[in-house]
């Protein structure tokens, strides 16, 4: 006996194990914590993603004893069939919503472009200051919500470098970027330079989690405008879901891949 878990007896544990923290981290539910510059809201996934950090074998040496390196192998192949779901519910809810998109008016699709800001920003730093690889393509393409992981899914696998680059980002976005954008909307609402109803449009980049909290946060600053602000942020959302993952597929990816291509002509992918 070696004392570790065999493939069965390690997916068990792992599914045990994933089951606890999802029933832990519905148990904790939604926590707002008010602060002077507005509220802050702590959503479940934040807590299962955390705990599933922690609990992480490679983290925690005592999950390893119960859990293989096959199983968590598998987990994150897993990854894959989880967000199709995500993929079937575009298919769903953007083509009856196409009429309010149309609708929605020019603010609403030109800021679709901003989404571009994160290679022209994120790009050089990945690749010329923390001199990342192949990654860098993955996790800077976007800002990697769960349409733009189903692309790289898709083209790359989440198994590949540009797969770990764009999960890292997805990952560190859930933990962190749900706080940062519960507290950036009464920040750069007090500075009095932005209209409330952009501020709103904003809040719409593809994630739940982060719309929530901005939402939460703006309208914690703005009670009297609590529906325009909904409206507006909800309608850009689905904006974000109908444009976004074609502007990744036929704009923003192939320009990063071009990019990285020019700054590392001797990492070029082959077919």
């Excluded at 079937?88 to 472009?113: D, H, N, R, W």
């Amino acid at each position: 006996m070696t004392g570790k878990p065999g493939a069965a007896a390690g997916g068990l544990y792992l599914h045990i194990l994933v089951l606890a923290i999802v029933i832990v981290s519905e148990l904790i539910g939604i926590q707002r914590l008010s602060i002077s510059l507005g509220t802050v809201i702590f959503l479940p996934i934040l807590y299962a993603f955390a705990l599933g950090i922690m609990l992480n074998p490679a983290i925690f040496k005592a999950s390893a004893k119960f859990i293989s390196k096959d199983a968590v192998k598998l987990s994150g192949a897993m990854i894959t069939v989880a967000i199709m779901p995500f993929i079937a519910k575009f298919g769903t809810t953007v083509g009856p919503q196409i009429s309010k998109i149309i609708e929605a008016g020019p603010a609403l699709v030109l800021q679709e472009l901003g989404n571009l800001g994160t290679i022209l920003i994120a790009f050089p730093v990945a690749v010329f200051l923390l001199k990342m690889g192949r990654e860098a393509v993955g996790a800077t393409y976007s800002i990697d919500r769960e349409p733009n992981i189903a692309l790289i899914a898709d083209k790359y696998g989440l198994n590949s470098p540009e797969g770990a680059g764009a999960m890292g980002v997805y990952a560190t976005g859930t933990l962190i970027g749900t706080f940062v954008f519960a507290i950036m909307p009464p920040l750069v609402h007090g500075l009095g330079i932005f209209d409330v109803r952009a501020l709103a449009m904003s809040c719409g980049v593809g994630s739940g989690s982060m719309l929530a909290a901005c939402t939460g946060g703006l309208v914690a600053v703005v009670p009297d405008q609590k529906d325009i602000i909904l409206a507006l942020a909800a309608a850009s959302n689905i904006l974000t879901y109908a444009t976004g993952l074609y502007v990744g597929m036929f704009v923003a990816l192939p320009l990063t891949e071009w990019l990285y291509n020019k700054a590392r002509p001797s990492d070029r992918k082959t077919a």
